[in-house]
């Protein structure tokens, strides 16, 4: 089992960058793939990077691609997710997903992904 708690979110202009963190209990950490998701409001849960237990693999959303960055820390049992040259549109709800199922999965899997975060908001004004 494993709890994550994301952190970190805030109010970023747009153009400007933002890290966010998601921490997680237990000591099974390093056999998750993890990944990021974000709902923005009257919108579908999407999803948006997924790394692999290494963090070896990376995969992300086409609307990400080239400005966001997942990482993780197995010694800190944490995933980051750097976004970079942020747009309004890019504001949302973003949690933390963890599972079992490999990364590049976790796009097309993630009603059956096992584990969320509670979520931290970022917006990006104009």
């Known amino acids: 089992q494993v709890q994550l708690v994301e952190s970190g979110g805030g109010l970023v202009q747009a153009g400007g960058s933002l890290r966010v963190s998601c921490a997680a209990s237990?000591?099974?950490?390093?056999?998750?793939?993890m990944g990021w998701f974000r709902q923005a409001p009257g919108k579908e849960r999407e999803f948006v990077a997924a790394?692999?237990?290494?963090?070896?693999?990376?995969y992300y959303a086409h609307s990400v691609k080239g400005r966001f960055t997942i990482s993780r820390d197995n010694a800190k049992n944490t995933v980051y997710l750097q976004m970079n040259s942020l747009k309004p549109e890019d504001t949302a709800v973003y949690y933390c997903?963890?599972?079992?199922?490999?990364?590049?999965?976790?796009?097309?899997?993630?009603?059956?992904?096992?584990?969320w975060g509670q979520g931290t908001q970022v917006t990006v004004s104009s």
């Open positions: 997903a963890a599972d079992s199922t490999p990364p590049e999965y976790f796009s097309s899997d993630y009603p059956r992904i096992d584990h």
């Open positions: 790394i692999n237990w290494s963090g070896g693999s990376t």
């Open positions: 237990g000591r099974t950490f390093s056999s998750y793939s």
